[in-house]
C-alpha cells in the first residue's frame, strides 16, 4: 500500500504570511494527488488535483507543486478564511491513502 | 447543482450490522466512481471503499475488508454500504464522494455512525 507522509502536522502563521505543506509518496503516484481544506464541522472541500491544477472556485493565491514524489500545496498570503486542516490524497492506486492532515491556525 | 445526501446515521451495539445510504443528484451518477471516506471523532481522514462506474470494480481498506461492502443502484442514484460485525472503532462521521479525473470532487454532508453498548 501506498504510504503518504504529510508535514507539519500543525502550523501557525500570520495574515499575509506564504504557507507549505508537504506530502510525501511511498512511491511513484504521477499526478494522482489532490489536496483538500476542511473547516471545522464541515465536509471536505476539494482544492488542487492532479498535483497542480487548481479546482473550480478556489482562490489563486493557493498553488501545488510537484517534485519527483514529494507534493506541496502553498498558500502564497494567508487570510483569515484559510485556518482549517488540510489533507493530501494519493488516488493512484487503490487504496486510497490521505495524508495524516495539517492544522492551520492564524497567528 | 451536484449534491449528495447521506442517510442511516445512528447508534449501535458492537456487532450489529447497519446501512447507509448516498443519494446523488446534479450529474450522470453511472458515469462516476463513488467512494466512502470515515472520520472518527478528532481524527484525520480514512478512505475505506472505491466502486466503478458500473460496479466492475470494488475495493476496500484493509480495516473494513470482509465487513463491510460497496454497492450502488444507478437506475436509483444511490451509493449504499453496508456495515456488519462492527466494532467501536467504527465509530466515525462518514462521507461519500464523487470521484473524477479531478480528485474526490464533491462530498456528502456526512452521517455519524456510533457503535457502542
Known amino acids: 500500500d501506498i504510504q503518504m507522509t504529510q508535514s507539519p502536522a500543525s502550523l501557525s502563521a500570520s495574515l499575509e504570511e506564504i504557507v507549505t505543506i508537504t506530502c510525501q509518496a511511498s512511491?511513484?503516484?504521477?499526478?494522482?494527488l489532490s489536496w483538500y481544506q476542511q473547516k471545522p464541522g464541515k465536509s471536505p472541500q476539494l482544492l488542487i488535483y492532479g498535483a497542480t491544477s487548481l479546482a473550480d472556485g478556489v482562490p489563486s493565491r493557493f498553488s501545488g507543486s510537484r517534485s519527483g514524489t514529494q507534493y506541496s500545496l502553498k498558500i502564497s498570503r494567508l487570510q483569515v478564511e484559510d485556518i482549517g486542516i488540510y489533507y493530501c490524497l494519493q488516488a493512484y492506486s487503490a487504496p486510497f491513502t490521505f495524508g495524516s492532515g495539517t492544522k492551520l491556525e492564524i497567528k | 447543482e451536484v449534491q449528495l445526501v447521506e442517510s442511516g446515521e445512528g447508534l449501535v451495539q458492537p456487532g450489529s450490522s447497519m446501512k447507509l445510504s448516498c443519494v446523488a443528484s446534479g450529474f450522470t451518477f453511472s458515469n462516476y466512481g463513488m467512494n466512502w471516506i470515515r472520520q472518527a471523532p478528532k481524527k484525520g481522514l480514512e478512505w475505506i471503499a472505491l466502486?466503478?462506474?458500473?460496479?466492475?470494480?470494488?475495493y476496500y481498506a484493509d480495516s473494513v475488508k470482509g465487513r463491510f461492502t460497496i454497492s450502488r443502484d444507478n437506475s436509483k442514484n444511490t451509493l449504499y454500504l453496508e456495515m456488519n460485525s462492527l466494532r467501536s472503532e467504527d465509530t466515525a462521521m462518514y462521507y461519500c464522494?464523487?470521484?473524477?479525473?479531478?480528485?474526490?470532487?464533491?462530498w456528502g454532508q456526512g452521517v455519524m455512525v456510533t457503535v457502542s453498548s
Open positions: 512511491q511513484d503516484i504521477g499526478n494522482w
Open positions: 464522494a464523487k470521484r473524477s479525473y479531478r480528485g474526490f470532487d464533491y
Open positions: 466502486i466503478y462506474y458500473d460496479s466492475s470494480s470494488k
